[in-house]
C-alpha cells in the first residue's frame, strides 16, 4: 500500500497519560496535514508542514498538542497530559505542492483515540 | 471566516432515484469547493473538485456563487453511493490550503 499511513490505528489511554502518533505520508509529498475528528463533525484543522516547516497551527492545538516532521517524511504529534475532550480520530493527510493549487489531499486511515 | 453547511446530516434514497448532498458556504473571495466522501471502513477520498468540472462516479457539482451553493448531484442512485459526504473548502488565510469541512451528510442508498 503505498497511501498515507498511520500507527497506531487505535489507543486507548488514562487521562493524564501521554500519547503519540505516527504519520508515514506518500513519499514525495512535501506538505503534510493533521486534522481531528469528533463524532458528528466533519474534519478540523490542527497543523501542517511543509517539509521539516511547520507553517500553520490552528488555535485547536493547545500546549498539550504537539507535531514534528524532523526530517521532512514520517511525522509524529503528541499530546501530553490527556483529556477525555481529546478522544477523536486523528487523521494524517498529505499532498504534493501544486503550482496551480487544487487541493487533493489524501488521508491516511487515522488513529481513533479513546481517552478514559 | 468561512462557513461549510450541510444542512443533512442524513439522507436516504431508493436505487434508482436522484440524490442531491446541499451544500451552502461563506467565503471571503473566490473559494475553490470540493467533495470528500467516505465509504464504509475506508478513508476520506477526494470525489471533486469544483474547478475540474468534472464527473466522478455519476456525480456532479456546479458552483453557484449567486446562491453560495456547491450541491452535490447524481440523478441514478447506487447501492454503492451509499456513504459520508463532505463538502469542504480551503481554510482562511489560503495559501496554506488547509481544508474546512462541513460536518457531513451521511446517504444511504436503499435497495
Request: positive net charge; hydrophobic residues 30%; aromatic residues 12%.
Amino acid at each position: 500500500d503505498t497511501g498515507v499511513s498511520q500507527d497506531p490505528r487505535h489507543k486507548i489511554t488514562k487521562r493524564g497519560q501521554n500519547v503519540t502518533f505516527r504519520c508515514d505520508p506518500i513519499s514525495e509529498h512535501n506538505r503534510l496535514y493533521w486534522y481531528r475528528q469528533t463524532l458528528g463533525q466533519g474534519p478540523e484543522f490542527l497543523t501542517y508542514f511543509q517539509n521539516e516547516a511547520q507553517l500553520e497551527k490552528s488555535r485547536l492545538l493547545s500546549d498539550r498538542f504537539s507535531a514534528e516532521r524532523p526530517k521532512g517524511s514520517f511525522s509524529t504529534l503528541e499530546i501530553q497530559r490527556t483529556e477525555q475532550g481529546d478522544s477523536a480520530m486523528y487523521l494524517c493527510a498529505s499532498r504534493p505542492v501544486q503550482v496551480l493549487g487544487g487541493e487533493t489531499q489524501y488521508f491516511g486511515p487515522g488513529t481513533r483515540l479513546l481517552v478514559l | 471566516a468561512q462557513r461549510v453547511t450541510q444542512p443533512e446530516k442524513l439522507l436516504s434514497v431508493f436505487k434508482g432515484a436522484p440524490v442531491e448532498l446541499k451544500c451552502n458556504y461563506s467565503y471571503s473571495g473566490s473559494p475553490e469547493l470540493f467533495w470528500y466522501v467516505q465509504y464504509s471502513r475506508q478513508r476520506l477520498q477526494l470525489l471533486l473538485r469544483h474547478i475540474s468540472r468534472e464527473s466522478i462516479k455519476g456525480f456532479t457539482a456546479d458552483l453557484n456563487k449567486g446562491e453560495t451553493s456547491f450541491h452535490l448531484k447524481k440523478p441514478f442512485a447506487q447501492e454503492e453511493d451509499s456513504a459520508m459526504y463532505y463538502c469542504a473548502l480551503p481554510l482562511l488565510p489560503t495559501g496554506a490550503n488547509n481544508l474546512f469541512f462541513g460536518t457531513g451528510t451521511r446517504l444511504t442508498v436503499i435497495p
